[in-house]
């Protein structure tokens, strides 16, 4: 970099890519954060300046870079690391982090991921993939229930069905397969046997060859308290995750990261990006994989940079260059607990255009942060109205001395923003708090 200061584009307009541009936009190494398209809350940051292209544009994307001297790029959602945004910026002489189209297929086909699992001996659940839905039943014949039937491509987090009787697996697949419902991305299903156990978030930077744990993580993807009802994108997460020990973070990075790695290399797809592992730990301690995603995760991203005290940007950089043997990540030792607040209606169809109200009083309350999702500035211009814009719309974020100490506070911001029809889990951390109050009364 020749001590150059750094243009970075922020790819996304989610939670994640808020929580990005925030964490880039403190290194020192940088200059400018631009976020394509961003939301309201990218639009307030000081350094940040949102840029009116999707996501999903990636040529546009990759002009607006070459013409403003973008440095590094850092995608966010996983859309546009399947559709190969990275390939293209490298044909183009531009530096992004993340995936090529070939690696990204790690989470782009759940049958790639699973047969790849497979093959290599890394340890994840009993699997069939099906584009006759005749066939696919006959498979859960020799299943036990629950049995869990997956979208074989993007589905937005929602493609996963966990049913719980023979009229539930019928109607999902036959929802996927017949009924199209999740489009494309449902014309070939995965069913799985389900897993019991404590799931939890590891989530890696690679560099195609080495490997920098980030601080692990546990969310909550189902919609109600007490981990019921339909599958979502997160409704909150927390960092770090006690069920991942030392000796549980050891296991995972040897029995699935290191040879997850070194295996994608071996086939000519050498994995550069983050790289996040969703692991069902059993009660006999054996992490297996539930699913790879080529991104960070969101929620996990809130939480786990408000811990973070290194440079994400030097992570980044080091990894581009090939050099993420030579760096450390720096963890506070407090806990970050993140709470979505959601739109009325999702996970299904939302409403949009409310205001939201009470934002400017959490903006002051220490070691508190709301990163902004699915939210809209109406004139564009920070301070003004701020509305919703899509399903998760907000990600209300503390850090305190301990897990439960931070669900409080961060649940006491929750409790000063409002509008109509917003809704919370309650119970986001709920394993964590009574591990805290378990330890309590053994002492």
Request: net charge negative.
């Amino acid at each position: 970099m020749n001590g150059e200061s750094l243009r970075v584009l922020v790819v996304g307009g989610g939670g994640r890519e808020h929580a990005l541009a925030w964490k880039a936009s403190q290194s020192p190494l940088v200059s400018q954060v631009y976020v394509a398209p961003g939301n309201a809350g990218t639009d307030s940051e000081p350094g940040i300046s949102n840029i009116a292209i999707a996501a999903d544009d990636i040529d546009a994307l990759a002009v607006f870079a070459v013409e403003n001297e973008i440095g590094l790029t850092i995608v966010g959602p996983e859309a546009p690391l399947v559709a190969g945004i990275t390939d293209v910026f490298e044909r183009r002489g531009l530096r992004c982090f993340g995936p090529s189209a070939a690696a990204a297929q790690l989470e782009g086909s759940k049958t790639f991921s699973k047969e790849f699992l497979d093959r290599h001996s890394i340890p994840t659940a009993k699997f069939g993939s099906f584009v006759d839905s005749q066939k696919a039943l006959e498979f859960c014949k020799s299943l036990d229930l629950p049995i869990v039937i997956k979208a074989d491509g993007l589905a937005a987090g929602k493609g996963v069905v966990i049913a719980d009787d023979w009229s539930s697996v019928e109607s999902a697949i036959d929802d996927m397969l017949k009924a199209n419902r999740f489009g494309d991305a449902g014309s070939k299903v995965v069913v799985e046997e389900f897993l019991t156990g404590e799931e939890a978030s590891f989530i890696v930077m690679v560099d195609g060859e080495h490997i920098l744990p980030m601080a692990s993580s546990q969310d909550h993807k189902a919609a109600y308290d007490g981990d019921t009802g339909p599958n979502t994108g997160g409704m909150g997460a927390y960092s770090p995750a006690p069920v991942v020990d030392s000796a549980m973070h050891a296991k995972i990075m040897q029995t699935v990261m290191q040879p997850t790695v070194a295996a994608m290399a071996e086939e000519g797809a050498p994995y550069r990006g983050f790289l996040y592992a969703g692991v069902m730990i059993s009660d006999k301690g054996i992490p297996n994989v539930l699913e790879f995603n080529c991104r960070f995760g969101d929620p996990e991203t809130q939480p786990i940079l408000m811990r973070l005290e290194s440079d994400l940007v030097a992570h980044v950089v080091a990894a581009m260059d090939g050099n993420l043997d030579s760096e450390e990540a720096r963890w506070s030792d407090d806990s970050a607990l993140g709470v979505v607040m959601a739109a009325k209606g999702y996970p299904d169809q939302y409403a949009k255009g409310d205001e939201i109200e009470g934002l400017s009083g959490v903006s002051g309350i220490t070691d508190t942060k709301v990163f902004h999702a699915g939210t809209l500035a109406m004139s564009g211009e920070p301070g003004d109205k701020v509305v919703t814009s899509g399903g998760r719309v907000l990600c209300v974020t503390a850090v305190a001395a301990s897990v439960s100490e931070a669900a409080e506070k961060a649940y006491r911001a929750v409790s000063s923003i409002h509008w109509d029809g917003c809704w919370v889990r309650n119970d986001i951390g709920h394993r964590a708090i009574k591990r805290d109050s378990d330890t309590r009364e053994d002492r």
